[in-house]
């Protein structure tokens, strides 16, 4: 579904990414884990428009992605839940919601994405009339992952959606993420919470400045002693 071919990527005269290659099947839940600094956010903007590759391609679905614009690539059925959540934070929950689904125009759709998106998170149908910036840190997390579903995308992209959560928040985001992948929609995540990451993915490629050190099955990546030791902490 997602194939990332030698992708460049420079801040100046930083050599932030160099070279890095991987893919993604429709259907699996992959996990790119690595340490601060490694690059993974890069790599996500990259995909998603956002920066542009000094060199490399970027396909979904076989439509190279390098020269088409942010805002064009949701409608090809990406979308990103990025870092830091960045939702909207005067509009209540639900507009940022219908924000979300700016790209379907079928009204029927778009409620039925709605209801959808109630369903996995129940506390955002409970206070859809709530200024989004008046919620905790969790529901945040809850509205900018809700508001990428509601686009309807093939494929989401998620950066650090543990980050700045309780323990007991982390294990119904990751819940949340494993339901998603069942109901079909493919998952590219980052994470440096690498056991819960590599504890739902099926796959997953490890990330060390700016190149890919290590790629394989994410449960036999769990096992491995230097990434236990390296990113587990054990």
Same mark, same amino acid.
């Given at each position: 579904? =997602? $194939?990332?071919?030698n992708?460049?990527?420079y801040?100046?005269m930083i050599?932030?990414i ?12 992959i996990a790119l884990?690595g340490?601060?600094?490694?690059? $993974?956010t890069?790599i ?8 542009a ?6 396909l979904?679905?076989? *439509?190279?992605?390098? *020269? ?5 690539i949701v409608?090809l059925? +990406? ?5 830091? !959540?960045r ?6 929950v ?5 924000l979300?689904?700016?790209? @379907?125009t079928?009204?029927?759709?778009i409620e039925?994405?709605l209801n ?5 998170f129940?506390r955002?149908?409970? !206070?859809?009339?709530?200024?989004a ?7 945040q997390?809850?509205?900018? +992952?809700? !508001?990428a579903l +509601?686009s ?10 543990? +980050?700045?959560?309780s323990?007991?928040?982390v294990?119904?985001?990751?819940? @949340? ?7 079909g ?5 980052v994470?440096?919470?690498? $056991?819960?990451?590599l504890?739902?993915?099926?796959r997953?490629?490890?990330?060390e400045?700016?190149n890919?050190v290590?790629e394989?099955?994410?449960?036999e =990546?769990?096992?491995?002693? !230097?990434?236990r ?5 054990e």
């Amino acid at each position: 579904m =997602l $194939k990332v071919e030698n992708i460049q990527v420079y801040y100046g005269m930083i050599h932030a990414i160099k070279g890095v290659s991987f893919e993604v099947n429709e259907g699996e839940v992959i996990a790119l884990i690595g340490a601060n600094g490694a690059g $993974k956010t890069t790599i996500l903007h990259t995909i998603t428009g956002l920066v542009a590759p000094k060199s490399g391609h970027v396909l979904f679905e076989g *439509k190279d992605l390098t *020269k088409i614009p942010a805002h064009k690539i949701v409608y090809l059925g +990406m979308a990103h839940v990025p870092e830091g !959540r960045r939702i909207f934070q005067q509009l209540t929950v639900l507009e940022n919601l219908k924000l979300g689904a700016f790209s @379907i125009t079928d009204k029927v759709q778009i409620e039925k994405n709605l209801n959808y998106v109630y369903m996995h998170f129940p506390r955002l149908a409970e !206070r859809k009339n709530q200024v989004a910036g008046t919620l905790s840190g969790g529901e945040q997390q809850m509205l900018a +992952m809700g !508001r990428a579903l +509601m686009s309807n995308p093939k494929i989401i992209l998620m950066d650090e959606p543990s +980050m700045g959560l309780s323990p007991l928040l982390v294990n119904e985001i990751f819940k @949340i993420i494993s339901e998603v992948s069942k109901d079909g929609t493919t998952v590219l995540l980052v994470e440096q919470n690498a $056991k819960k990451a590599l504890s739902i993915a099926d796959r997953a490629y490890v990330l060390e400045t700016g190149n890919i050190v290590m790629e394989g099955k994410a449960s036999e =990546l769990l096992d491995n002693p !230097r990434i236990r030791a390296a990113y587990l902490g054990e």
